[in-house]
């Protein structure tokens, strides 16, 4: 059963291996999953369809619960499991795949900034950094990724913020040098 990685889309958090970016859902806020607890309401961790947890019984059956992508990342007991991740994925659409993959573009992008930032003895490669990000923020996000203009405005500004950060990073490296 196929998952999501969802870290672009979790709020950032000081323990870099485990931040998000704080990304907008967008078009994947829609997507469905499947799970046999959304919610936490029971004992023992969530499980997909074809868990092997799940013993004889590895099917989609009655007791799975058919979330959203949004409901899911809000679900504050939402226990998965170990092997399976918890839940499983239906297909999504071209723009949610195409959405899908510039957000991890992007967060990429944001570690590889952090991380230049933060190590700047480290070298790295700061002209491309900034030539990708400059790419995505001359861009406009496509029409069909964001039902909302407010979470337009956040990709944007997620974009710039990150821009000018690396900018004035960059250069105040080069005046202590």
């Given amino acids: 059963m196929e998952q999501l990685r969802l870290r672009p889309f979790r709020p950032a958090t000081d323990d870099a291996r485990l931040s998000g970016s704080g990304l907008p859902l967008g078009v994947l806020a829609r997507v469905q999953l499947y799970t046999t607890d959304a919610l936490g309401r029971f004992e023992g961790k969530a499980h997909s369809p074809g868990c092997q947890h799940q013993g004889r019984d590895r099917g989609l059956g009655l007791h799975y619960d058919l979330v959203t992508v949004a409901q899911m990342l809000h679900a504050e007991r ?80 997620f974009i710039h913020q990150l821009l000018r950060r690396l900018e004035t990073g960059v250069a105040d490296h080069r005046r202590q040098l």
């Fill in 78 to 157: 939402f226990e998965p499991c170990s092997r399976c991740g918890g839940y499983a994925t239906r297909r999504l659409s071209a723009p949610q795949v195409a959405y899908y993959r510039a957000a991890h573009q992007v967060h990429d992008l944001a570690r590889q900034a952090r991380r230049a930032l933060n190590h700047p003895d480290l070298k790295a490669d700061t002209a491309s950094l900034l030539a990708s990000l400059k790419k995505w923020d001359g861009v406009p996000p496509a029409g069909d990724w964001f039902a909302e203009e407010d979470e337009d405005r956040q990709w944007r500004r």
